[in-house]
């Protein structure tokens, strides 16, 4: 059965690289058939073998792989759930299991000789192989857990096929009991067993539910008919909407004419601020950004300024706290930036009242190739491991008919846009802090930013 398993994730390895080699899940996925094969074939020998020096030899040339497999499966588990920001844990897991490999190779601190069992020779545990059982508890766990959140947040086929890793994987990890077997526990290693009930889900998951090559074109998909659906929602809420402020606006008019001023500033500023929501609903949800030829020279403080006179504040619940002692100019486009503001100002706003406490403070800072807006308020904050997502289109923290998930996505766009960046830290509880940087003046826009701007 070993020679069996170690063949079937040969040919499977083979496939996935040679049919989806330029997405990185199907390189961490061929990782993980390879050290697999490495792992059967070589115990497959083992098992077979009547002299002792050349058990030890294959012992060790299994192992060397095997030492990797379990950052393969969080590696893969990373991948298919974009949990992009865990990369660098990824490779330090990798770099933990070249250290063991070392030792491995130049001594017996990992695996110290063989077992003689029933069925065959067997590798001795060594006093550095609970460190490789202890990275292998900690990095499958933590993969399956990032792809369990993943798929919490993922809707139709992508959180269908998410769901297929957890359980393949999760069955697939259950292949550790072999690890008794390297302490001195004897009985026929059962992991195969689990490995090939893995596969199996795998194989279907890959071909029946194209799990690899859809992908990372499910979620295009699924985002452009949310699009198309909220697009049209919100073109036909905008027509019915401005009609009657239209007949407000001009009922204003005629209170102005017959001195009514109260009432016609009070209904002026109520129309304003309503035709000022429809426009950010719109603009977050088209995501129209202008061509990069028609940007212009502005300073920034003129649009922090001017975004905090137009934003349609709800009374005086919001403090603010503008430090415009610097300034800068940026070449981009002036209302994009200004809608920039509004969902910063929007966002704030929410968590502010949701936390009861907290103000914003707005800064800028200068830099000879660089320049800076700091944008922070001090409301609810957001929870670690949901910042990674924050600029994701439909996601969203508020609760359903709040936030629609598009607004900050809009605003990476548009830095993106123009050049720049936007960032975010934040401690829950304490405060949230988004950093816009611009390009100064003079500085080429690389390609990198004008390839990400969006073709619908």
Sequence with gaps: ????????????????????????????????????FAWQGTWAILFQVNEPDTADALIKLGYLLIIFLPTSIYHFLVEVSKQYTERKFVYASYALA??????????????DGHYEYFFGYYPKAGSMHPV?????????????????????????????????????????????????????????PPGIIFILISLGIFSFALYKKELISD????????????LNIIKAAAGNLAHELRT?????????????KTHQLEQHELIIKTVHRANMSIDMLLNNVCSNLPSSEGHKKHSIKSQIQNALNTYPFKGNSCKIHFDDNNDFDFIGNDISINFVFF??????????????????????????????????????????????????????????????????????????????????????????????????????????????????
């Excluded at 009657?244 to 005629?254: H, S, W, Y």
């Design 132 to 188: 490789h059982v202890i990275q292998t508890v900690i990095v499958t766990s933590r993969g399956l857990y990032l792809t369990y959140m993943a798929q919490k947040h993922a809707s139709g086929i992508l959180k269908e096929q998410l769901q297929y890793c957890i359980v393949s994987l999760l069955i697939y990890t259950l292949a550790a009991v072999d690890y008794l077997c390297n302490y001195g526990i004897e009985f026929y």
């Design 215 to 226: 992908l990372h074109e499910t979620l295009h998909k699924e985002h452009e008919i949310k």
């Design 343 to 456: 969902n910063l100002i929007n966002n704030a706003s929410y968590f502010i009242e949701k936390a009861m406490k907290g103000s914003i403070n707005i800064r800028i800072e200068n830099s000879v190739n660089k320049n800076f807006v700091y944008f922070r308020d001090t409301g609810a904050g957001i929870e670690k491991d949901k910042l990674h997502l924050v600029f994701t289109d439909f996601y969203s923290t508020k609760p359903c008919g709040v936030g629609n998930g598009l607004g900050l996505g809009f605003c990476k766009k548009v830095m993106d846009n123009i050049g720049g960046t936007i960032t975010v830290t934040s401690v829950a509880e304490e405060y949230t802090e988004f950093l816009l940087t611009f390009p100064a003046i003079g500085e080429k826009i690389s390609d990198r930013h004008l390839s990400v701007l969006p073709s619908y």
């Design 244 to 256: 009657p402020l239209a007949t407000i606006k001009l009922d204003a008019m005629a209170a102005q």
């Design 98 to 111: 070249g250290i063991l490999s070392i030792t491995l190779l130049t001594g017996n601190l990992f695996i």
């Design 1 to 36: 059965m070993p020679a069996l398993a170690a063949l079937l994730f040969l040919i499977t390895g083979t496939v996935v690289f040679f049919k989806f080699n330029r997405q990185a899940p199907a390189i961490a996925l061929t990782i993980l058939c390879i050290t697999t």
